[in-house]
């Protein structure tokens, strides 16, 4: 029996993506996204393996500049598709996340 459940369009179309940022902050972050309606996977220092397979359709991808590495910020660039929205906060809290998604989501 597989573990993996199929998304509805309407719900992976609402999954942001948050690069960077703090992991302590992680439930803080699914907090203020769940509260828009949104879904969220918090990726703070490395990609896992096979990211690209599991992450199905993204709406919005959000780096957080200041708390992000050269290294995972180009590995986003090439995991998610041309047609991504891609935000960049300049802080890693949990309000700029909430402008990010009120505003480009």
């Known amino acids: 029996m597989s573990h993996i459940q199929e998304k509805s369009k309407d719900e992976s179309e609402h999954t942001v993506v948050v690069v960077g940022g703090h992991g302590g902050m992680s ?3 699914r907090d203020v996204a769940k509260k ?7 990726y ?20 957080m500049v200041g708390m992000v590495s ?16 891609v935000v960049y906060v300049r802080t ?14």
């Open 36 to 42: 828009l309606g949104w879904s969220v996977k918090h």
């Open 92 to 105: 890693a809290s949990a309000s700029a996340l909430r402008t990010a998604i009120e505003e480009h989501g």
């Open 44 to 63: 703070e220092q490395r990609l896992p393996p096979g990211l690209r397979h599991s992450l199905g359709k993204i709406g919005l991808v959000v780096v």
């Open 27 to 29: 439930s803080r972050y």
């Open 70 to 85: 050269h290294a995972l910020r180009d590995q986003v660039k090439e995991l998610v598709p041309d047609d991504s929205r």
